[in-house]
């Protein structure tokens, strides 16, 4: 990386006067800063994107993915220098959840980079051959979460430039740095200006849903900042790809092994500490399985190593910013009040950093703020129910629609019931596991569109239809 983080515009290291703190997770203190791109820069990167287009539109499939490839291998030579900041700034230890998401990241590219769209025949007679093909959309931004950012960035980049489009794209502000690595390290291996940062806060998301030079979002996050950005992305009729909030509930059949399942449960609930849009956050669990199951479940959590990135020890790391630590409390804190009863965690730790517990939640149900928000944090509430078509009623209730699983040793009867939940994505017996071929996406208003697979890319192209008369 450039010795201080720098945007990349048109090909570019460019420094900005106005810098902002990146927090360390593990010790609440700043540890670099970022550079605050303006209004000037934004326009800049959407100029320089809307040059390199034609050219990099004009480029053979082939040759792009060439670059693709090479981005892979690039970004492996240095994944251990992604790693380190990664989890730096986000706090995942080194040794797991970094090292896993910049493997997946780099697995990730290399599969794009084999998609390719076929032209469709939909006609050809004596009167006329019609085919369907898809073009590129033009300018593409993208706007990333702190969660997973090598990951995630990854997941908007590369289809899109694929598909033929230049980009600009967004990192969290929580989490920029190691996303303007991975760009350093991916722009120089592309012409100028087919891929561009800018950084900065909440203004400058709002700049660019708004701004008139972008053809396409792509975002991941919450719900709210999803209807902003549809709204505001209404002047043009941007296209978008809303990969947005999710609240998503597992059924624990009667018949279901608890040894078995319970492992299984435990890290699709807590990987990257809960903090994962698609993970299991409201547990269901019949009657006759529930204490056994939910008992587990919370030695578990209590086992497990809690501490900084880069301790080698540490499974788990804290919350990543201050706000989503401070809801996290205030939702234990609120599950208290109303009777809930935490058998593992349910207290922020004292010291340094946003460290706050793996936790087991029980004697909550539907109505409580714990159970019906996304607690998207290290708590998990195992709720009792008694009969199927209820618990499969309260599963399909609420705004969001993410995912959902069943878990059962009848696989056919998991596989019938998990065919009723409301979601983008069903599971039986898993949870959260995702895959470059199989798109994703979420129902209701957990999203719009989908990612991943041939499905994914075609969120970045146009259709065109070609009529030659006979």
Known sequence: MTVEPCLIIDGQARATAARFDVINPATGVAFATCPQAGAEDLDDAVAAARRAFPTWAATPIEDRAAR??????????????????????????????AAGEVGAAIMWTRFTAGLR????????????????????????????????????????ILPALLAGNCVVIKPSSYTPLSTLLLVEIAAALLPPGVLNVVTGEGAMGQAISGHPGIDKIVFTGSTPTGRRIMANAAGNLKRLTLELGGNDAAIILPDADVDVVAPKIFAKAFGNSGQTCAALKRLYVHDSLHDALAGKLADLARAAKLGPGDDPESQFGPVQNRAQFDRVCELAADAKARGGRFL?????????????PLSVVVDVTDG???????????????????????ALARA?????????????SDVAAATALAQRLICGTAWVNDHASLSPAAPFGGAKQSGIGVEFGLHGLQEYQQVQVLRVAR
């Open 396 to 408: 399909n209730a609420g705004e969001n629609g993410l995912g959902g699983s069943v878990w059962s």
């Open 368 to 390: 409580m703020r714990v159970v019906d928000e996304e607690q998207f944090g290290p708590i998990l509430p195992v709720i009792r129910y008694h009969d199927v078509e209820d």
């Open 117 to 156: 769209p076929e032209v469709e025949l939909i006609q050809d007679d004596a009167t006329a051959r019609i085919e369907l093909h898809r073009r590129p959309l033009g300018v593409v931004a993208s706007i990333t979460p702190w969660n997973h950012p090598v990951l995630i960035a990854v997941w908007h």
């Open 344 to 356: 593992a965690g349910g207290e922020p730790l004292s010291g340094p950093g946003y460290f706050f």
């Open 68 to 97: 693709l490839l090479a981005i892979a291998d690039a970004v492996e030579a240095r994944k251990a220098e992604i790693i380190r900041l990664l989890s730096t700034e986000q706090g995942k230890p080194m040794a797991g959840g």
